[in-house]
């Protein structure tokens, strides 16, 4: 195996004997041949797209394919196997689309087709076949793979936020066509640097919808998310723990937990559930356990009731709480029970047969300030920056993790001066976000935005500011600090260099699969530039 697509990669070079998120060689081998499998399903229904046939079951399973090779996600060989055997049927599907439009555009029993590449078929040993297909085998040449990568990179984080809008009933035509079209086109030896970097800047152009879509059916299902004070503790009672991102799985577990004396928590990127109204209105939703996914093995045999995670985020279960864990949609693990469809019957008979939680009051904090909440107090927020009371915006925001060098977003957040305002998002603000950071004026210093997957939010709110001081994005006091872990931080990253957005400082380590003219692009076009310490970058930033 070879695998260096998240940040704790070994060495800062590469996985080769087993993944530091805990993959197998076994299931690093299927991931790889699934994509390859996506790649020529892609192959043929981009071509029969441009024909004008399309099949929605070859769209979604490119979604769900992509995400089940997303870091965190699906460590079970035996699933993974089996969403091999779905591409090849769909597949051949995609393949008889194609032949059938060919044939219909030209009028003729054409008996040969266009398709300048080999076709795919499964073997008796998908595992060996799967060894054949990895990152080192899409381009000879390493700047150009490099920017593949990337390129494949960002679907697959894409695909993770188109999966959560699909499933609250949001899809975009053109994103799909983009899917099948870049997925086509890395298996394309035909292609150079530039038609790379082009497809890199187009998907941060359609994740931007993706996420834009994501957002309105959050709001169209559960409201835009006011400001609410989150307590970290425990009530007296039976608990089911919530991790991942999905909300749509969060609201059936609450409607079918209501009235059966449950309580239900929020885990990691699940904690801004509480700030949307048509969520919030469940009284059970009882607040936020735990911390970010890397320190579920330490916080997790605390909690008493069953688990379930949603997406992604999940780490190896220790036998202390695995026999209480469940998994759903996209994500799995081997010997974990995995939930189908969206009865959850078995994760509340396990809560109910486990022992209660105590009463342990704990910690309020405070979310909600999505771009809605945000620019519904615009004017304050603008008058205090003409007055001179917030002299700048920072954003602290991204993907958390066990690799040393992490506790710079900390002391960054720490010695942020008391004339600025912290804007935040993803689980990387657990490093930060008990602390107390007081307010300005009544506007509090720390702004916790959401999930990464509410990323249009920080998107938004930037804009917004740019509109009302008349200058551009690049041209306000806002300075973007991230910290990047896993495909979805690549994608958005995508997308802020779409815009156009400069001068990023980015952590704890600058990927792997970066090459060093890749970087210098990167450096010479979007100033992008690693962090150093905290009192190196604040004084560069403020002077």
């Known amino acids: 195996m070879f695998c260096h697509q998240c940040e704790q990669t070994a060495k800062g070079i590469g996985c080769s004997a087993v993944g530091v998120c805990g993959k197998q060689p076994e299931v690093a081998s299927l991931q790889d041949h699934l994509l390859y499998g996506l790649q020529s399903l892609s192959f043929y229904a ?11 079951a070859l769209d979604h399973f490119v979604l769900e394919g992509l995400f089940a090779t997303v870091t965190n996600v699906d460590f079970d060989a035996e699933r993974l196997q089996g969403l091999l055997q779905r591409c090849y049927t ?4 995609a393949r008889a689309l194609y032949e059938k439009a060919f044939r219909d555009h030209n009028g003729i029993k054409a008996r040969s087709f266009d398709c300048d590449q080999p076709d795919w078929t499964l073997s008796a040993d998908p595992v060996e076949q799967g060894a054949r297909y990895g ?18 990179y960002g679907l697959k984080g894409m695909a993770a936020y188109a999966e959560h809008a699909e499933i609250l009933g949001k899809t975009n035509d053109e994103v799909f066509e983009f899917f099948h079209r870049s997925l086509h086109a890395t298996t394309d030896k035909t292609l150079g640097l530039g038609d790379f970097v082009e497809l890199a800047m187009e998907c941060g152009k359609h994740n931007l919808t993706v996420m834009a879509l994501l957002n309105e059916g959050h709001v169209e299902h559960y409201g835009h998310p006011v400001p609410t004070q989150v307590n970290l503790g425990t009530k007296a009672g039976k608990g089911i723990l919530v991790s991942g991102h999905d909300m749509k799985m969060l609201e059936e577990l609450l409607k079918q937990t209501e009235g059966k004396g449950i309580n239900i928590y929020t885990h990691g990127e699940m904690l801004p559930a509480h700030a ?11 607040g936020n356990f735990g911390s970010a996914w890397q320190n579920q093995n330490k916080e997790f045999p605390e909690f008493p009731g069953a ?4 997406t992604n985020c999940i780490q190896k279960p220790a036998e202390s709480y695995k026999d209480r864990t469940f998994t759903w949609g996209c994500v799995a693990w081997p010997g974990v029970k995995h939930v189908t469809g969206w009865n959850f019957e078995a994760v509340i008979d396990k809560a109910l047969s486990l022992p209660e939680l105590p009463e342990a009051p704990g910690q309020d904090i405070l979310v909600g300030f999505g771009h809605n909440a945000v620019l519904g107090v615009a004017d304050k927020v603008i008058d205090a920056v003409k007055a001179g009371a917030v002299k700048h915006f920072f954003l602290i925001g991204g993907c958390d993790g066990a690799k040393p060098g992490r506790n710079y977003y900390t002391e960054f957040a720490e010695k942020v001066p008391e004339d600025c305002v912290i804007l935040t998002l993803a689980c990387g603000k657990y490093r930060f976000n008990k602390l107390d950071f007081g307010d300005i004026g009544g ?5 916790d935005i959401g999930q990464c997957n509410d990323a249009y939010s920080a998107i938004q709110i930037a804009v ?12 306000l006091p806002l300075s973007m600090i991230l910290s990047w872990y896993e495909q979805k931080a690549v994608v958005i990253l995508l997308t802020l260099l779409f815009l156009g957005i400069r001068n990023i400082k980015l952590g704890p380590s600058l990927p792997a699969f970066v090459t060093p003219n890749v970087l210098n692009y990167l450096v010479e076009n979007f100033n992008i530039a690693p962090i150093t310490t905290a009192d190196e970058d604040l004084k560069a930033i403020l002077g």
């Open 135 to 152: 990152i080192e085998q899409l381009h000879a040449d390493p700047d150009v793979r490099s920017v593949v990568e990337i390129l494949l």
């Open 464 to 475: 917004a500011l740019a509109e009302a001081f008349e200058c551009g994005v690049n041209d």
């Open 46 to 56: 981009h071509k029969a797209r441009k024909l004008g046939a399309s099949d929605k």
């Open 90 to 93: 769909l597949k051949e599907q």
């Open 276 to 286: 949307y109204p048509g969520l919030k209105k469940y009284a059970h939703l009882a």
């Open 443 to 447: 506007i509090p210093r720390l702004l």
């Open 307 to 310: 688990i379930i995670f949603n």
